[in-house]
């Protein structure tokens, strides 16, 4: 698989969300299908393996580190914190926005032990701390890569004004968000800021969290136990009217030969070698379906007609408040 550079850290151009493998979606928790499922992604030729402290919370992290024992020089990790409180006397695993830099020490010291790691090769704010000067967290961030910690730095969830705060203190590797024919939010004012600075964009969710393949054709569809049951994209009413976005996947999908899936990280690959796209699952057989993607081409006739298709209906989150726009 072809590599990229995202602000200075070389990937392959697909990587893989390892977050479904311990969290939030229903039918999780083979762990033994989830490494080989991460194992044969690295045998493919992906890369960057994406994770976080609060996916389980925890368990992701060991889940990975397990998963590429005898393998890390082959293995970018990414992985995030801020979204879990390890002030003295909070219960364990407390859910809060927190990125003090005692809090990111500790993150980043939790993290080490749990990926079986002495480094971690990109390391995210998961969400902006409104509480905290991003001056502050990013210059305890460069202190973990003055230590060998670290080795690239990256926000997720960002805002344009708020990444480039961020990256006049230290710089910035890649910006992590949603982004998808699904949710194109990004291109407004965050792609373009990236561009200017050199930072790539890690796209999470590039299927639309399952939408864009087409498996979902009513609410009903989506497990009783799946957080999507309250997404505002996956309500009744909104669903049906979000069926448009996938039947034009389809057809475009239809005429090249591929999958929905495919057309949908293809069309992703084709926005420039500085967004980089890590579809999740907990499948072998869905695993090798996302990255031969990397093998389609799609003509500028069937970009154009999938950029024309009007956005969703609905919210991406059911709150949107810890999103920085």
Not at 52 to 80: C, M
Request: hydrophobic share 40%.
């Amino acid at each position: 698989m072809r590599h990229v550079s995202l602000g200075g850290l070389d990937v392959a151009r697909l990587g893989l969300g390892c977050m479904g493998m311990s969290a939030f979606y229903a039918g999780h928790g083979d762990d033994a299908e989830s490494i080989r499922t991460i194992r044969r992604a690295l045998d493919l030729g992906v890369t960057m393996l994406d994770t976080a402290e609060i996916y389980g919370p925890y368990t992701n992290e060991e889940l990975v580190g397990r998963a590429v024992a005898g393998e890390r020089d082959r293995v970018v990790i990414a992985t995030k914190f801020g979204q879990l409180s390890h002030r003295p006397g909070a219960p364990a695993g407390e859910r809060r926005l927190d990125s003090s830099p005692a809090n990111v020490r500790a993150a980043v010291e939790g993290s080490l032990r749990r990926l079986g790691t002495d480094r971690i090769d990109l390391l995210y704010q998961h969400r902006v701390d409104p509480a905290v000067p991003i001056e502050e967290t990013v210059g305890e961030l460069g202190r973990l890569v003055a230590e060998g910690k670290v080795l690239h730095i990256g926000l997720s969830e960002a805002s344009a004004a708020t990444v480039r705060r961020a990256h006049a203190i230290h710089p910035v590797s890649a910006v992590q968000t949603e982004y998808s024919l699904w949710t194109r939010d990004v291109e407004s004012d965050v792609l373009p800021a990236l561009r200017e600075l050199g930072i790539g964009l890690v796209a999470y969710s590039p299927l639309g969290r399952g939408f864009l393949t087409g498996r979902f054709r009513s609410p009903a569809d989506v497990p009783p136990d799946d957080f999507r049951r309250s997404n505002p994209r996956f309500v009744a009413g909104n669903f049906e009217r979000n069926l448009r976005i996938v039947d034009e996947v389809r057809a475009v999908a239809d005429e090249v030969g591929a999958t929905p899936a495919q057309v949908a990280i293809a069309w992703l690959l084709a926005q420039g070698d500085d967004v980089v796209p890590i579809p999740g699952t907990t499948r072998v057989a869905r695993l090798e379906e996302n990255v031969a993607a990397d093998t389609v081409t799609l003509s500028a006739d069937q970009i154009d007609r999938l950029a024309a298709v009007a956005p969703p209906e609905g919210d991406r989150y059911l709150d949107m408040s810890t999103i920085d726009r």
